[in-house]
């Protein structure tokens, strides 16, 4: 008689079940390295771009990576940021400097017009010049339409011009004045000047006088100095040229000036 030999009809397996969680903490673990990786230099471009597939790939609703001021920026970053709203400060005030330079070169064409009509109505052109630029305004008297020869003290009729000239300035009155009086080389010794010094810095403060007596002027804002013979405009070898040096200039100062076309008044101007 045969013996019968028994059989299994399923032959046992081992459980795997424990393998997807564990595959999940990989992730996860993978995912933390990452981000502490990242955090050293955070790009915020490239971290909603990251957040954005780590939340798909885990489907686990919102997490730390939707919430980027949970991790602290690196230094680098910080000074990126601080950069950023430096460079973003300086365009505004920029801007705000251009607008200021437009509307000061609006003020002082209109108020070059005036005086220009002024002097054209008036016959004057031979003996007053305007001239605007990058700096100043500046009025130019030559001195025989105000002053007796060696003398400082204003012909009367030259008295109107200064009373006129303070009139159109009173409209702008935050502006810095400065009034300078000019000479020939030709020496000069008496006894009310010692020398060209004297008289030239007399002559400023004399027309200086006549435009603060306009009360709607403010003093603080002006100012008055004597060059004597040292800034020439012309030549003194002849007699026009000496006649062009001997001047009283009006000079209306910038507030606002862009440094780049901003035009010094040299030590010595060129004759």
């Not at 028994?6 to 993978?30: Q, V």
């Not at 686990?60 to 400060?89: A, H, M």
């Not at 070169?105 to 001239?131: A, C, P, R, V």
């Amino acid at each position: 008689m045969s013996k019968k030999r028994k059989h299994n009809d399923h032959e046992d397996h081992i459980d795997e079940s424990w393998l997807i969680p564990y595959a999940d903490i990989l992730t996860l673990l993978l995912a933390t390295f990452i981000v502490l990786y990242s955090m050293s230099s955070v790009d915020a471009r490239k971290f909603d771009e990251m957040s954005q597939a780590f939340n798909l790939a885990l489907n686990s609703g919102t997490g730390v990576l939707d919430n980027p001021s949970v991790i602290e920026k690196g230094p680098k970053q910080k000074e990126i940021i601080q950069d950023s709203k430096e460079k973003e400060e300086e365009k505004k005030e920029q801007k705000r400097l251009e607008e200021l330079i437009r509307k000061e070169q609006e003020d002082l064409e209109k108020l070059k017009k005036k005086l220009d009509d002024y002097i054209k109505q008036n016959g004057l052109s031979t003996e007053l010049e305007t001239k605007l630029n990058h700096s100043q305004l500046m009025i130019t008297i030559s001195d025989n339409a105000l002053f007796p020869s060696g003398s400082s003290k204003l012909k009367e009729e030259s008295k109107e011009l200064a009373i006129t000239i303070a009139k159109m300035i009173q409209q702008y009155p935050e502006y810095e004045i400065v009034v300078s009086g000019h000479t020939d080389d030709q020496p000069i010794s008496t006894r009310e000047f010692e020398s060209n010094w004297d008289l030239s810095s007399s002559r400023a403060l004399r027309f200086m006088d006549v435009l603060l007596k306009n009360a709607a002027l403010k003093p603080e804002r002006f100012s008055a100095i004597g060059y004597g013979e040292y800034r020439p405009v012309a030549t003194n070898t002849t007699v026009d040229g000496r006649a062009k040096n001997r001047r009283v200039e009006v000079s209306i100062i910038r507030k606002y000036v862009d440094p780049e076309k901003a035009q010094q008044i040299p030590a010595t101007p060129k004759n």
